[in-house]
């Protein structure tokens, strides 16, 4: 069955950065547009960045410039690094198909420090 599992998150302080992983098995991984989500308390989950099949990314306005998504066919992973963080950007991050999404992974949560 489709699993992601996320990992990377921590406390950063204002203007750090971290890298986020995602691990996918049990779907053709390569076939897929990827995103990163990211849920913040008390709101809605918003897609944050997203990277097509063939490697194309695309971000979120507030994010852009500040982060960048790759990915990994060979290992099944996509990642986000994330640069310059700003504690609006507190949040528990996700991965998932970005057209369709599946089962949710547990997420990493990110802290940001101001």
């Known amino acids: 069955q489709v699993q992601l599992v996320e990992s990377g998150g921590g406390l950063a302080q204002t203007g750090g950065s971290l890298r986020l992983s995602c691990a996918a098995s049990?779907?053709?991984?390569?076939?897929?547009?990827m995103a990163w989500y990211r849920q913040a308390p008390g709101k809605q989950r918003e897609w944050v960045a997203y990277?097509?099949?063939?490697?194309?990314?695309n971000y979120l306005e507030s994010v852009k410039g500040r982060f960048t998504i790759s990915r990994d066919n060979a290992k099944n992973m996509v990642y986000l690094q994330m640069n310059k963080l700003k504690p609006e950007d507190t949040a528990v991050y996700y991965c998932?198909?970005?057209?369709?999404?599946?089962?949710w992974g547990q997420g990493t949560q990110v802290t940001v420090s101001s």
């Open positions: 998932n198909d970005l057209v369709e999404p599946g089962s």
């Open positions: 049990g779907f053709i991984f390569s076939t897929k547009n």
């Open positions: 990277i097509t099949r063939f490697g194309s990314p």
